[in-house]
């Protein structure tokens, strides 16, 4: 798209008509919408103030994306439309009635903006025409963009409402815990693909209501991005569950400051696994996790963590606790995902630097200087430690340096994992 001054002015004039008439443009598309699909009316008044909602709730993205014709991937849904979409299966309206909403308030948008065109004496019928291609190329563009984030919302929550209606869900997922299923199965029976990066949860609360746990956990799945999930309920205090995060999912720090759980429900969240193993690993941690958040962790156990952190507790946060019960294979694999190669004996002189360089907190002055090696070395060392493990170091990290301790206590110098049960 040209970036010369009339078509600047073509947008600049539609996002000014949005912002200008914001509310009469909203109840108009509300009203084509319902006109269209009237189960938006039809099921209630709740649904009906969502949509009324939701309808308002994009203009702000719509006029953005129109004034600049760009469009960065990430979410195109405000807050009010995906908490709408959610709400849609079990409400009993159809996707194809989600479609049909996109299009009527595309086509409202338009055509509201063409007859604000007629009424205004400042264009040319040449500029008119010119600035209806221009506007209705990105308002296109926008809607379709939106709308497949809408759809893929709509059939993760239908999903999720077939699967809670399936009696051996619970049964199943037993049995995968158990290590009785093979993935291909689990994954017919649950529709949760097992060769994938699981991150388990728990979210409950005491006297609070289901609803209102699914809706933390329905929030906590948008905020980690997952790309699938997995949720059950085995008792009427909590619900327990998987996400498929990606790589670089949302950290736990800035996941606290971006989620705030209603007062008196708390998150246990697991650390990230891979595969079938990684699928019981992470529940194991979430569920140690909340065990020990609700007899012994009021506060985050590390001394950096923000004040509210109390309400979403991670195992990195209680795992001095959790080995302090002994459990072994937890703590196996939890050395290995902090360390992962630098536990084999052929990194045992960066695991001496390493020693060192934490007993001097991090000086590479005062380390090397006791290694008897230039500061430039040293420093190599550290470079290559922290390529081996994929992330920077840090001296003042807790989990790293407890796990590199853990497997030190154990072999002298963390040359190997941990000892198998009963060793």
């Known amino acids: 798209m040209s970036t010369t001054s009339p078509d600047i002015h073509r947008v600049t004039a539609f996002a000014e008509w949005i912002d200008e008439h914001a509310d009469e443009v909203a109840d108009r598309v509300f009203q084509a919408c319902v006109t269209a699909v009237p189960s938006f009316t039809t099921n209630g008044r709740e649904i009906e103030h969502a949509f009324r909602a939701t309808c308002f709730s994009f203009l702000p993205g719509v006029s953005r994306a129109v004034s600049t014709g760009e469009f960065a991937p990430g979410p195109l849904l405000p807050a009010a439309a995906e908490h709408l979409t959610r709400r849609l299966p079990a409400a009993g309206i159809k996707l194809v009635d989600l479609v049909l909403t996109y299009d009527v308030a595309g086509n409202e948008l338009l055509d509201g903006f063409g007859r604000e065109l007629r009424v205004s004496s400042c264009w040319s019928d040449s ?9 209705m190329g990105r308002l296109f563009r926008f809607r379709q963009a939106a709308l497949s984030q809408a759809m893929a919302v709509y059939r993760q929550e239908q999903k999720l409402l077939r699967r809670s209606e399936v009696p051996d869900v619970p049964a199943t997922v037993r049995q995968v815990l158990a290590g009785e299923l093979g993935d291909a199965e689990a994954e017919r029976r649950l529709g949760y693909r097992m060769k994938a990066r699981h991150m388990g949860f728990v979210v409950w609360g005491h006297d609070v209501a289901e ?8 929030q906590l799945r948008t905020e980690l991005r997952a790309h699938q999930d997995l949720v059950v309920q085995p008792d009427g205090r909590a619900v327990h569950g998987w996400l498929g995060v990606p790589q670089h999912a949302t950290d736990v720090d800035a996941l606290r400051a971006r989620l705030s759980p209603p007062a008196g429900v708390r998150i246990a969240l697991g650390a990230p696994h891979h595969g079938s193993d990684g699928f019981r690993i992470t529940h194991r941690e979430a569920l140690e996790t909340q065990s ?3 007899r012994a962790v009021p506060q985050p156990v590390r001394p950096d963590g923000p004040a ?3 309400s979403i507790v991670s195992f990195r946060d209680v795992v001095a606790l959790v080995f302090a019960d002994r459990d072994v294979e937890l703590a196996r694999h939890f050395v290995r995902s902090q360390l992962g190669e630098l536990v084999e004996p052929r990194h045992s002189v960066l ?11 991090g000086s590479p002055t005062r380390a090397a200087r006791r290694l008897n090696v230039h500061v430039n070395t040293l420093v190599k060392r550290l470079n290559r430690a922290s390529d081996i493990v994929a992330r920077p170091l840090h001296a003042g990290d807790f989990a790293f340096r407890f796990a590199f301790e853990l497997s030190r206590g154990h072999h002298g110098d963390g040359a190997s994992g941990l000892p198998e049960e009963g060793h």
Do not use: I, P, Y
């Open 211 to 218: 609803a209102v746990l699914r809706d933390v956990a329905a």
């Open 127 to 135: 500029d008119r025409a010119d600035m209806l291609s221009v506007v």
């Open 308 to 310: 509210v952190a109390d």
């Open 292 to 294: 020990l958040a609700d």
């Open 351 to 361: 695991r001496e630097t390493l020693r060192v360089w934490f007993e001097e907190l």
